[in-house]
RNA sequence: GCGGCGGUGGCGGAACUGGUAUACGCGAUGGAUUCAAAAUCCAUUGCCCGCGAGGGCAUGUGGGUUCGAUUCCCACCCGCCGCACCA
């Protein structure tokens, strides 16, 4: 007898699968390409290459293989690539500490993950293998960031912009956390630069609109996304300052309250303000208010509970539908990136406008009344009393010849009047704002665009792609990127004029890298294309992502804005890049995010070592749904283990020694079974109708390992009756090829040795097994019997027993009668194979 | 505050459409094997009462619907995640 010795199996089906080429799919017009074969993408998120990979890498990779594997058996072509996303500042950071480029210690991390996923087992297409960071690859990146601004979507502008003085970068919006830097933590500052932008407002609607599209995808993650995209449906209204003579259009949701505005509010940053003041009392005020604001923190300035603050600006603007003068303020509370800058203030009805006015004892108008003494009314609601600010619904009050009317009525009517005068409009306004893709960075593709004294900004022409990153000495950021240090590489020749001009020196965010890499994988080693339309209309999109839900927001936004771009500018046909996605839950251990500063994180390279590939990959998909998180225990892999071992042992007991011609392999038929060997092929048949439900169900793989795990359970209980004859070694045969046959996903090269020991076959290339309803069926069934609701007693019935039957059975059921003693049945519930209930009364 | 997800044994979790609550694993206890241990195999394991047969109580709390509720409805408590002065 042979033990189980994972490293060994494992490293005998590993060198198989690479010398054979195993998971290596080809193209559209490639040799060996089956047109026939329906195709799957299986992909999981690229990992950025730092030191080794982690147990969420683990995690990540042994879902996403289980999938690609359960699909290759169930007919499908399955595109399943590897790459890495590996620009980024972790090692620019290490570069500027330790002075090593950022290229050779990205590149010693890259060695370690392909070595490391090697050492899985995981089943990747390496000959589509990427990294972003190599002249190959960002070529492209540059290719579509030229694509992009050829068509106004990439643009250069002046902008507030956040800036993390640690990091010496600007970041985009969606980097900035709590008025902190996402990666390093430091209090973020407003700064006024000149930056590259995305223009992923354009694609708002779109980007919300195809939501539709994307069913799998999991409720949070749309919400997220939504809030974040922040669609909001108002009017925009132009309040006019005649003094000064400007116009100041506002954007509001609630046009009904026009009539209750008693002030006006400009943010600090609005770019009339001065002007407003020049030469005036209130100049001085402001001046110090708007010093105040710009030296606050993002966060400070973010607080929401904090009493309102601002300076009257001693200046009055036009309310356009009552003609009404009010007084003008300018407030932090009111932001200039959102909307207008400006916004008109209705204190009766807005709890923000409130509080301002109470603090500066302005008036409040009530404009809606509320429908407290009305029937139905809900008394619950703020202002239910009548008391202010009221955010409901009502009818219009103080409002002229749109007293009476619903609100909701007077917003359409309000906005149709505004649109005749000429006032305002209809109006949509998103809390997205565009991408901002540049950074004062080294370690990124380079923005391959030229600035010429004679032709200004200048882009690179394709065929002088890419503009390779220069090698510097000094990788530490001064306020500006440490590619101005190139002397070389920044002077260079205009390409249109041949004059002097400069490169720019700025880099792309590494999230413009990762929006596209699932298409370069369709066609990795084209040196004329970033991708063939032909490969791409074959694969994509994606049939299956998976990934951190701490990517919702920013990677698939960009991913899918990307998407979009690259369909309309002709690239793509597909507008949504991932058709379906799982999101996995964080492994924690001891109840605690892993962290190196607590000193609890989990190395896969160990367990890999001690308890080998297979069993460090089943348990993740083992301790809870792999949606939700898990805490990892040591004991908990050793059980896994433990059961794969148990598989193994059981498996080499009944192939008989190694090495010599399996006996043929035939499936059990129904008819000639019966005992011990008719209970282990009939659990077989149940394990897989399970699994492969469960399988589809949502990738519940932990209840699919648990039916493998019975089903072994069953084989230990019957096979030292059935070892003896030759139709109980066959059917125990198939009970255990079936366990290994529905383990493979997770474990995949015990399931080739042992399978191959069984039945002389590759797993991995045989169809995934189907449940005969035959062997699902039983003769006899156990009912439960029940008396009123409680269960009382059990009894068998046939199959087939007839309604009158069974209550019969169980009526006469020995702890059943004696619960009926005394007692009159008035009710019989019969749940045909599962359950009897008499409800009784006392008679 | 708003939105989402969750709360089941000592622990991770299962229970698909309202029908045997606690599958599977971990841990624990006992037994077999062993000179002994490890490993392995077998058995027991929600709590309480009972020698037993059996009975009672249990899915965060309180109500409701139903012959029957972890599952559906109402109110509430707790935990996690996201958003949060967005006009």
């Not at 251990?589 to 190196?596: C, I, L």
């Not at 896994?640 to 010599?660: C, K, M, N, S």
């Not at 009939?682 to 699919?704: L, S, Y």
Request: hydrophobic share 40%; proline share 7%; aromatic share 10%.
């Amino acid at each position: 007898m042979s033990r189980y010795e994972p490293r060994v199996i494992e490293g005998k089906w590993q060198r198989i699968w690479a010398d054979e080429g195993t998971w290596e799919v080809p193209n559209p017009g490639d040799g060996g390409f089956e047109s026939d074969k329906p195709k799957s993408y299986v992909l999981e998120m690229l990992p950025y290459p730092s030191g080794e990979p982690h147990v969420g890498h683990l995690k990540v990779y042994s879902v996403g293989d289980a999938i690609a594997h359960f699909r290759r058996r169930n007919g499908f072509e399955v595109i399943h690539p590897m790459g890495y996303d590996s620009f980024g500042l972790p090692a620019e950071n290490n570069a500027i500490k330790t002075g090593e480029p950022p290229r050779v210690a990205t590149e010693r991390s890259i060695e370690a993950f392909r070595e490391q996923f090697t050492e899985w087992g995981i089943s990747i297409d390496w000959t589509r293998e990427l990294a972003t960071h190599t002249p190959e690859y960002y070529r492209w990146t540059q290719w579509i960031f030229l694509q992009l601004f050829s068509r106004g979507l990439a643009y250069r502008a002046e902008a507030p912009v956040q800036w993390c003085p640690n990091d010496a970068t600007v970041l985009a919006n969606e980097q900035v956390i709590d008025g902190r830097c996402e990666r390093c933590g430091t209090e973020v500052e407003t700064r006024s630069l000149e930056q590259w932008f995305f223009r992923t407002t354009e694609y708002a609607d779109r980007l919300l609109a195809d939501f539709a599209k994307l069913d799998s995808w999991p409720d949070h993650v749309i919400t997220m996304q939504e809030n974040w995209i922040g669609r909001s449906e108002g009017a925009e209204v132009v309040f006019r300052c005649e003094a000064a003579g400007i116009d100041f259009p506002v954007f509001t949701t609630r046009p009904d309250t026009l009539f209750g505005a008693t002030f006006f509010v400009l943010a600090p940053e609005h770019p009339a303000l001065a002007e407003l003041v020049a030469g005036t009392e209130a100049e001085q005020a402001v001046d110090e208010y708007v010093g105040q604001v710009a030296r606050a923190t993002v966060e400070e300035r973010g607080d929401e509970g904090r009493p309102k603050t601002g300076v009257p600006l001693g200046r009055t603007v036009t309310n356009p539908v009552n003609g009404e003068e009010i007084p003008m303020f300018v407030a932090d509370y009111v932001l200039m990136d959102y909307g207008t800058g400006a916004v008109m203030a209705v204190p009766a009805h807005d709890e923000r406008d409130f509080a301002f006015a109470g603090t500066f004892g302005l008036p409040v108008r009530r404009v809606i009344e509320s429908v407290t003494d009305q029937a139905g009314a809900d008394r619950d609601e703020p202002g239910a009393a009548g008391e202010l600010p009221y955010t409901g619904d009502g009818p219009m009050v103080n409002s002229g010849r749109f007293d009476g009317l619903d609100n909701r009525e007077a917003y359409d009517r309000i906005v149709a009047w505004l649109d005749e005068e000429g006032r305002g409009e209809s109006s949509v306004n998103y809390r997205l704002r565009d991408w901002l893709v540049s950074r004062q960075r080294y370690w990124g593709a380079p923005i391959p665009i030229v600035y010429c004294e004679k032709c200004g900004m200048v882009p690179v022409p394709d065929d002088q792609l890419p503009v390779e990153l220069p090698e510097v000495d000094d990788y530490a950021p001064r306020g500006k990127s440490p590619l101005e240090a190139a002397g070389d590489w920044v002077n260079t020749a205009c390409p249109d004029c041949g004059g002097d001009a400069r490169r720019e020196t700025d880099t792309m965010d590494t999230f413009v890298d990762s929006s596209w890499y699932f298409l370069r994988y369709l066609d990795p080693h084209n040196d004329a294309a970033a991708f063939s339309r032909e490969a791409a209309d074959h694969w994509m999109p994606v049939d299956q992502y998976i990934g951190g839900v701490e990517h919702a927001i920013l990677h698939l936004l960009y991913a899918r804005f990307f998407a979009k771009a690259l369909a309309d500018l002709g690239h793509l046909g597909v507008t949504e890049p991932f058709a379906n996605l799982f999101t996995q839950g964080m492994i924690t251990r001891d109840g605690a995010k892993m962290s190196k500063s607590k000193g609890n994180t989990v190395s896969p390279a160990e367990y890999v070592g001690r308890h080998g590939a297979d069993a460090a990959r089943t348990y993740v998909c083992f301790m809870g749904p792999p949606e939700r998180g898990g805490d990892w225990t040591d004991e908990g892999v050793e059980g896994v283990h433990r059961f794969l071992a148990r598989l193994w042992r059981v498996t080499d007991e009944i192939a008989g020694p190694e090495g010599e011609e399996p006996e043929p392999f035939e499936t059990p038929v129904a008819g000639d079974l019966e005992g011990p060997a008719r209970e282990v092929v009939a659990k077989a048949h149940w394990a897989i109708e399970k699994a492969t439900g469960d399988f589809n169900r949502d990738f519940q793989f932990n209840t699919v390992i648990a039916a493998v795990m019975e089903l072994v359970n069953e084989i230990y209980r019957v096979k030292d009756d059935l070892l003896d004859d030759y139709t109980g070694r066959r059917a125990l045969r198939f009970a255990t090829a079936t366990a290994t046959s529905l383990i493979q996903p997770f474990a995949p090269h015990l399931a080739a040795e042992a399978y191959e020991r069984l039945t002389g076959d590759r797993v991995w290339e045989t169809p995934w097994p189907e449940a005969d309803p035959a062997m699902l069926r039983s003769d006899s069934v156990t009912i439960v019997v029940q008396v009123n609701g409680k269960v009382r007693d059990r009894i068998e019935v046939d199959e087939g027993a007839e309604k009158d039957e069974i209550l019969a059975a169980a009526r006469s059921a020995g702890n059943v009668a004696r619960h009926l003693e005394g007692s009159e049945i008035v009710k019989e519930i019969l749940v045909p194979g599962k359950l009897v209930n008499l409800v009784a009364k006392p008679s």
